[in-house]
């Protein structure tokens, strides 16, 4: 019965061409919504790279200008670094380390470029200092972490990602390796001293794509004055262990605006803005392939009706 109503249907492909249209259309689009939340979920159960559960993180806004003259930023230094010791040594705090604005879940992002071996490479960067690794509880596959080895070293010490490390260098080892820049004006050159696990820090429906973390020690004065501050609580800290971590450090910076934001609000808010948009797709292609499928076995319905007798002598022939 199927085999022969689909006959009569290509004998008069002429008049069911926009039925044949939309029936390529709904295959289209089912298609798309099939990939799109394959590709989602496949994303989504890969790991991050890094833990979010009990990190939270300090934004610093010192009001005006940080600072126009180096005894200015130097203060400036001073009093960040005078804010971490703090942080840490109360019962609340394990461990705190500054980071660059592009932390997990910041929605923001920062790319550069990597020159080795006559190629140039676009990577993600990051700034980050000795304690990070700790408090992003990253998994460090080779080589090592920042640490005061590096203090006296002339190049930059970086830390680059697997996935960086397949894409640039190969098979080859990247410890020790020194980036070639062809850009006579470049202040100082890079050098990997270790190799993590790739850092989705953008989300769990975000692509891999490579980076690595530079090293950027806030007493530094080459080094950038960072404006966020990651660092551990325990387990189980609230909104009252938050309030008493701002006193305590409102006296060391007043008048400076301190908020802390926790990672896990952070990742709350952004699953559920891509689960929003997402559905929103899926609901409209839904809404499509519905109205397609009822109007295809509208004409379906129709043709058989009318066509009733000659199907019949079809089959008995």
Do not use: C
Not at 99 to 114: C, D, E, K, M, Q
Not at 300 to 310: C, K, M, N, Y
């Amino acid at each position: 019965m199927i085999r022969h109503t689909f006959k009569l249907i290509w004998n008069r492909k002429r008049r069911s061409m926009l039925l044949l249209g939309e029936i390529l259309l709904s295959f289209v689009v089912l298609f798309a919504v099939a990939a799109a939340i394959i590709t989602s979920v496949s994303r989504y159960v890969r790991p991050l790279g890094f833990s979010h559960e009990n990190m939270w993180v300090l934004h610093i806004d010192k009001p005006g200008e940080w600072g126009d003259g180096e005894e200015d930023k130097a203060n400036v230094r001073r009093v960040l670094e005078q804010v971490r010791s703090e942080l840490v040594t109360g019962e609340d705090v394990r461990q705190a380390s500054f980071v660059s604005g592009n932390y997990p879940y910041s929605r923001s992002r920062w790319t550069t470029s990597f020159h080795w071996d006559s190629k140039t490479y676009s990577a993600s960067i990051w700034l980050a200092d000795d304690q990070y690794a700790e408090v992003a509880g990253l998994n460090v596959l080779e080589g090592r972490w920042f640490n005061a080895e590096d203090d006296a070293g002339s190049r930059q010490a970086i830390v680059i990602t697997r996935q960086m490390r397949d894409e640039v260098f190969g098979k080859e080892s990247p410890l020790g390796k020194i980036e070639t820049d062809p850009d006579p004006g470049k202040e100082r050159e890079r050098v990997v001293v270790g190799v993590v696990e790739n850092y989705r820090y953008r989300g769990e429906f975000e692509p891999d794509k490579g980076g690595f973390f530079q090293r950027n020690i806030v007493l530094d004065t080459a080094a950038d004055i960072p404006h966020e501050l990651a660092f551990t609580v325990r387990e189980g800290s609230d909104a009252r262990v938050e309030e008493r971590i701002l006193k305590r450090l409102a006296q060391i910076a007043p008048g400076w605006n301190l908020r802390i934001e926790t990672l896990v609000d952070a990742r709350r808010e952004y699953i559920r803005e891509n689960l929003l948009g997402t559905g929103v797709f899926v609901a409209v292609a839904g809404f499509l392939i519905l109205n397609v499928a009822l109007g295809l076995f509208g004409v379906l319905w129709q043709s058989i009706s009318r066509r009733h007798g000659e199907i019949g002598l079809r089959r008995a022939v």
